[in-house]
């Protein structure tokens, strides 16, 4: 029954029933202790009281737990000859009495390595001892017990791991002391396409794609024989083919005399999780666009270069260019060929640096280079002239030819600066001087240049307390309406008083406010301070008070709720919308922004004008006031200055004044220090002058006196 792998319980109830039918006077019992080996459950014993087998079911083993719990407790046999007597029986007492027990004599049941799967017992209704033959006959049952047992357990074991193998995802394979093919189960075929027949004997070297050399095959085997185990990335083949990645482990098995037995590969597919990884990581690290590295991986490489730099003191170059003026270009050709230039800027700098330099794109218009190693510096300066000479040839787009320049920044590793953050800070910084001198030109980062950045970095610091502080104060300047002979208009403009460096103008911190987020905030209390003089002044001279023009920046225009804060404050201090005019920057109409467009739509809904300032600088066209809400536009002060002398300012701005005419716009020359000026602008009608010769900016209390009274 054993070698024919019948049921455990089966067996079981033979021997029992045998022996029973053997000894005369005896009772059988065969229990099994629990994988945990704590508790005793019953395996065959046919002529015990059903009572007695149920209240011993599931007995905890122990020192003193009857004949069985004991035997199975200590591994040694335990005869017991008067159940009434013994102290082991003494809680199972009464129930041996009930079912007429009174011996009992129990064997355990011991594996090949000594440890106890369960009992063997004879029961008697006598008080005896066995004798020496039946002693035997215990000893040689319970042998037999365990031959049970263990082929039960090695049965289910074999059956549990063979459905693992028949049903894991993971492919097998297993091959001979030879390495030839014995075995591999479903997952293996469904991933290769291969079965059974196709590769049986066959070495698993067929499988391979070729795509991994001889010497990293030899170091597999190297280590496989070495640790009798490996695992790693395979490239193998399909049936059909194709190649795919798997991740593998390969077991090598030795039999007891050490000669190599098996070796046994189990893996998994894994081309598509690699696909997905590699796609993840190329798009965290690369531009989409041009293909160059992004700002994460230029950051990196940026830390890996300092780190070369500092190790080998080797001197490098960061570059930071900036297309100039890509924004018209992307707003009058659309955004496709916007793309398109960029891609075709990408290629130009990637050919005018070596292999070993990093070009990648921050975003926008905005590219990095990193030259390594510079030896001569000199070497600098003929990159940029030829990265600035390639950028300006024109470009072949898909319908059109057109010219773009940049602005590039330079900064020098280590003489600049040696630190990450400082040497980005100093190539921004060299960049923004190179559009402020004039764009399509290079400059480097110098020792004025750092001294501004340390002052904006002092200012910043100082900027923070300076609103609560109360540190700040309007003065106006007033605007002069020729034909009326009257100031109508007041601009205010703000001045700090700072502790330590006197009264600062707003050139010098308003851009820092800016940078490090204070703008709002600054501009709340500018425009609430700028209400509150123009209720004053309304007061005092009714319908003589000028309108008071306030500046606000670009950043705080394109906050959503930027109108109708304004309006509110408006609201609350009962001013009349035109006792307001707003003044934003043309940078503001050319920065593509959905609230921008909003506010300067709700500020026309509220009755509330809006002026251009410093009109002519930017690069904006008339054509773009054609599209906003704009009542009036600030002729900048460079067209000004010098009217009576250059010819060609005259005419730009007498074509502004008429242009701005036939729009309906109205028009406000600002920067007016001389006679002539303000003769000349009367004489083409501009409508509005504002300078110094009218009058300078100056406290609220002073504008009184000077414009206003009288
Ligand atoms: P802006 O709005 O164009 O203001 C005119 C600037 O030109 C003022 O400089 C004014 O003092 C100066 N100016 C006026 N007439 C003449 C003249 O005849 N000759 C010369 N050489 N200069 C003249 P300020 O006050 O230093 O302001 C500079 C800029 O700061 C302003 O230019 C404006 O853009 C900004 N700003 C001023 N106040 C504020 C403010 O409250 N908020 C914001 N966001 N920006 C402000
Ligand atoms: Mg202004
Ligand atoms: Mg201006």
Known sequence: MILEYKPLHQILAFITQNIEAQEENVLCSILLLDDEGKKLYNGSAPSLPDFYNNAIEGLAIGEGVGSCGTAAFTGKRMLVEDIQHHPFWEPFRGLAERAKLRSCWSEPVLNSKGKVLGTFALYSRQASMPSSQQLELIFNIAKLTTLAIERHKAMEYLRMSASVYEHSNDAVLITDANNRIVSINPAFSRITGYVIEDIHGQDPHILSSGRQDIIFYTKMWQQLTKKHFWEGELWNRRKDGTVYLEWASITLLRDDNGMVSRHIAVFTDITERKNAEEMISKQANYDMLTNLPNRNLFLDRLEQTIKKGKRRHIQFALLFLDLDNFKSVNDSLGHQQGDKLLTMV???????????DTVSRLGGDEFTVLLHDI??????????????????????????????????????????????????RNADQAMYAAKKAGKDTYNYFTASLQAETERKLYLRDQLRQAISNDQFELYYQPIFEPESGKIIEAEALVRWYHPEEGLLGPNEF??????????????????????????????????????????????????????ERILLTLQETGLSSDSIILEITESLLMDENSNALKNLQRFKQAGIKVAIDDFGTGYSSLSYLRRFPVELIKIDRAFI????????????????????????IMVVAEGIETQWQLDWLIAHECEYIQGYLIGCPIPANEFEDKFLIG
């Open 346 to 356: 990408a290629r130009r700098l990637m050919a005018c640096v070596r292999e070993s």
């Open 375 to 424: 030896a001569d510096l000199a070497n600098i300066n003929n990159t940029a002239a030829k990265i600035l000479e390639q950028l300006r040839r024109p470009y072949r787009l898909t319908e059109n030819i057109t010219i773009i320049s940049a602005s590039i920044g330079i900064t020098v590793y280590p003489n600049d600066a040696t630190e990450q953050s400082d040497l980005i």
């Open 641 to 664: 200055t010098e009217l009576e002398h250059v010819a060609g300012d005259r005419a730009l701005v007498s074509a502004i004044l008429s242009m701005a005419k036939s729009l309906g």
């Open 510 to 563: 308003i851009s820092v406010a800016e940078q490090m987020g204070l703008i709002v905030p600054l501009g709340d209390w500018i425009f609430t301070e700028a209400c509150r003089q123009a209720i004053r002044w309304k007061k005092l001279y009714g319908k003589n008070a000028p309108a008071i023009a306030v500046n606000k920046s670009t950043q705080e225009f394109v906050q959503a709720d930027c109108a």
